[in-house]
């Protein structure tokens, strides 16, 4: 069994810490030594939370993601990626910043987990209804080509707007990042039906274990998302 744990960065460096060093093994896997959304400024801003993928039977951090709202104090990941090659992303969340918004960003898995989508589908379920509890309006995120697809059936829009139709060569010039955003987090009437239950159901009962089905077998997953 796995538990996908959120909270308050501020409140656990130490789940802070085991995040990173689990997310920085997973880059360079891929040969990425430095992307934006690895900074750890985040770790000491009041305004992220974390969901952090633990196995329950020894503690090891197996994957996770931050929901980072957008204000005065911290840039978003998104900003950093790139700002300096599309100047739009500053527009577009002056605009949004009205109403609340912020960004899934740092989502990661490990490969022991990764056949049964713990760190896609489920990861970005949990974080949609995450970003929701927290009263955001609106969420970004910048998606490799392997969770476009998740993020769409979760109620994710490619941002056209952005880039080349929503695409940039990020974090190297070998791929390709897509940045999505969704503007309607309060209702996700884009998702798909049975995703958007699903989402619904982890916001309204936080806390719960639930057998999920992955493309290798079922796992079980204990969520504990609820933020004191």
Partial sequence: MVRFRAF????????????????RKVLE????????S??????????????????????????GARIQIADEELKLPIEDAIGKIDVNIYKQLEERKKLKTGE??????SREIAGFGVGSIFLIRASVA????????????LCAPAT??????????????????????????????TAVVIDNLRTLEKAEPDIRELVFDLINNPQQIRKETGPKGEIDVMYDLKIT
């Fill in 104 to 109: 899934l960003c740092g989502l990661w898995n």
């Fill in 29 to 36: 896997i891929y040969g990425i030594t430095m992307i934006t």
């Fill in 8 to 23: 308050k960065a501020t409140e656990d460096e130490e789940a802070c810490y085991k995040f990173i060093d689990g997310h």
């Fill in 130 to 141: 995450l970003a929701y509890t927290l009263g955001l309006a609106s969420l970004f995120a």
């Fill in 148 to 177: 476009v697809r998740g993020g769409k059936k979760t109620g994710f829009d490619v941002n056209i707007e952005l880039g080349n139709n929503g695409q940039f060569y990020y974090p190297k010039l070998d791929l390709i990042a």
């Fill in 38 to 63: 690895a900074k750890h400024q985040w770790v000491t801003h009041d305004n992220t939370y974390v969901i952090l993928v633990e196995s329950l039977e020894d503690g090891r951090a197996l994957g």
